[in-house]
Each structure stands twice: as C-alpha cells, then as structure tokens.
C-alpha cells in the first residue's frame, strides 16, 4: 500500500469548486448534465465534490486546445464557404 492511498480525499463545497475553477453554480451544474464536469456526490445533507476530480479537470482544460482571435476568420470545418 502506497503513501498516497493513506491520505484522506478532500471534499469540496460548492462555493469552493465555484472559487477554484472561476465558474458559477448554473454553468457547473450545466455542464455536469452534459457530462463534462465532475460528478457531485452527497455526504450528509450537503452536496460536495472531490478536490482531485476539480484539479484533473481544471489541468484538462489547461491543456485542451484554445480558442484564439484569429480562429474568428477561418470557415468552420464542415461548412460550404460558397452559400448554396
């Protein structure tokens, strides 16, 4: 048994994932219906989420490609730039 397995997963409020992402409740919850954002669980009366679920998430979007100024002028890939 590994040293990591030993340390206690922290659970986080929701005003403290909205805080560590930048995000409101609507698109958090918005997002956890299409299925692109971190599940909620339920722990006592509350609602909480785990600490290392919202920092993988966080570095994926770090990591995913990122829209630019320029991405504003190129035709979308599957569109016919002739109008018919």
Not at 8 to 36: D, F
Not at 70 to 75: V, Y
Request: hydrophobic residues 30%.
């Amino acid at each position: 048994m590994g040293a990591a397995e030993n340390i206690p997963e922290v659970l986080l409020k929701l005003e403290q994932v909205e805080a560590q992402t930048g995000m409101k409740k609507s698109y958090i919850y918005r997002e956890m219906e299409r299925g692109t954002f971190p599940p909620k669980h339920k722990v006592g009366g509350g609602t909480r989420w785990y600490q290392s679920d919202i920092q993988r998430w966080i570095r994926a979007r770090r990591n995913a490609p990122q829209w630019t100024p320029e991405d504003a002028g190129q035709p979308a890939a599957n569109c016919d730039s002739s109008g018919a």
